[in-house]
């Protein structure tokens, strides 16, 4: 299959790699010139290729670059800037990226767009799934909701069947954050989480699979955590004292948080994988006790 990853970034470089080692012909897209050379030091194994093409999707004009694609993942980043800059990724360059190829004579066949389980907004605690509708309560998530429209109804008009994969919160290498559980102090809520191997293995067996089309599907792992008992488990595994735990209304008490910090500290929610467990995706990391322990080990082996 050819398969372009429009932002080969965090995910999108195990993605390409993961479907590479298949057999897949594999075009990673990224705007700097490092991030050109890091997916060009790829692997490529099995008979699959990857290879680098620069486009940004700021820049339509740009996107002539793309080469022709069975399937194209949607994966690029807004850099963690505000509501506008994220509009302007999510939302206009997903539109021109299914412009660039909707008047192509090969036309892909698939989408899928990463999207975020942010689109929930606050259940109090409750357990969601795709069955849940979705309401998300600050620009940023509103945005996201609009480029899930975009990816299922415009690609949809273009002739492209298009998939939303709703990542839970990202960890693994680079990204695990040990610090600021065992640090402290950790503000009471649930933690959503998927590791980066299970969040591309699973836009990778989406693709494989051919299953899911026109559909959301939250790509979260067996079991939300709780963050005080997450952070105890994690120092006692590290092998240092458990950190200090405040409540929400300790932590927004301090009068230090911003009113989009509040919100998020405020929404809670449990997220269910039974539709990718049905599917028959199986997990790398099932729980964060499999996918902390690389760096759980690393940890230990420093203070040794």
């Known amino acids: 299959?050819?398969?372009?990853?429009?932002?080969?970034?965090?995910?999108?470089?195990?993605?390409?790699?993961?479907?590479?080692?298949?057999?897949?012909?594999?075009?990673?897209?990224?705007?700097?010139?490092?991030?050109?050379?890091?997916?060009?030091?790829?692997?490529?194994?099995?008979?699959?290729?990857?290879?680098?093409?620069?486009?940004?999707?700021?820049?339509?004009?740009?996107?002539?670059?793309?080469?022709?694609?069975?399937?194209?993942?949607?994966?690029?980043?807004?850099?963690?800037?505000?509501?506008?800059?994220?509009?302007?990724?999510?939302?206009?360059?997903?539109?021109?990226?299914?412009?660039?190829?909707?008047?192509?004579?090969?036309?892909?066949?698939?989408?899928?767009?990463?999207?975020?389980?942010?689109?929930?907004?606050?259940?109090?605690?409750?357990?969601?799934?795709?069955?849940?509708?979705?309401?998300?309560?600050?620009?940023?998530?509103?945005?996201?909701?609009?480029?899930?429209?975009?990816?299922?109804?415009?690609?949809?008009?273009?002739?492209?069947?298009?998939?939303?994969?709703?990542?839970?919160?990202l960890y693994g290498p680079d990204r695990y954050r040990l610090e600021r559980y065992l640090d402290g102090p950790v503000t009471a809520g649930y933690l959503n989480m998927v590791h980066r191997d299970d969040a591309a293995g699973s836009v990778r067996y989406l693709l494989e699979r051919d299953v899911a089309r026109g559909e959301p599907v939250v790509v979260v792992d067996d079991e939300p955590a709780e963050k005080h008992a997450f952070a105890d488990w994690l120092a006692d595994q590290c092998g240092v004292p458990r950190p200090p735990k405040r409540s929400k209304a300790e932590r927004i008490a301090a009068g230090d948080l911003s009113e989009p910090a509040k919100r998020r500290i405020l929404t809670s929610k449990r997220c269910k994988n039974t539709f990718l467990r049905e599917l028959g995706y199986t997990f790398a990391f099932p729980t964060f006790r499999e996918g902390y322990r690389a760096a759980i080990e690393a940890f230990r082996d420093r203070r040794d």
Not at 71 to 97: D, K, M, N, P
Request: with cysteine.
């Open 1 to 169: 299959m050819k398969i372009v990853i429009v932002g080969c970034g965090y995910i999108g470089m195990e993605l390409a790699r993961q479907l590479a080692a298949e057999g897949h012909e594999v075009t990673g897209v990224r705007r700097s010139r490092a991030g050109l050379d890091a997916i060009e030091s790829l692997p490529s194994a099995n008979g699959g290729t990857i290879r680098a093409v620069r486009a940004d999707v700021t820049e339509p004009e740009s996107l002539g670059a793309l080469p022709d694609a069975e399937a194209i993942v949607f994966a690029a980043s807004s850099g963690g800037r505000g509501a506008s800059a994220a509009r302007t990724v999510y939302v206009e360059g997903l539109a021109a990226v299914i412009v660039e190829y909707r008047d192509r004579e090969e036309v892909p066949d698939r989408l899928v767009y990463t999207s975020s389980t942010g689109v929930y907004g606050d259940h109090d605690g409750a357990w969601v799934d795709e069955s849940t509708p979705i309401e998300p309560t600050t620009e940023k998530t509103r945005v996201l909701a609009e480029a899930e429209r975009v990816a299922i109804e415009e690609a949809a008009d273009a002739g492209i069947d298009g998939t939303v994969a709703r990542f839970a919160g």
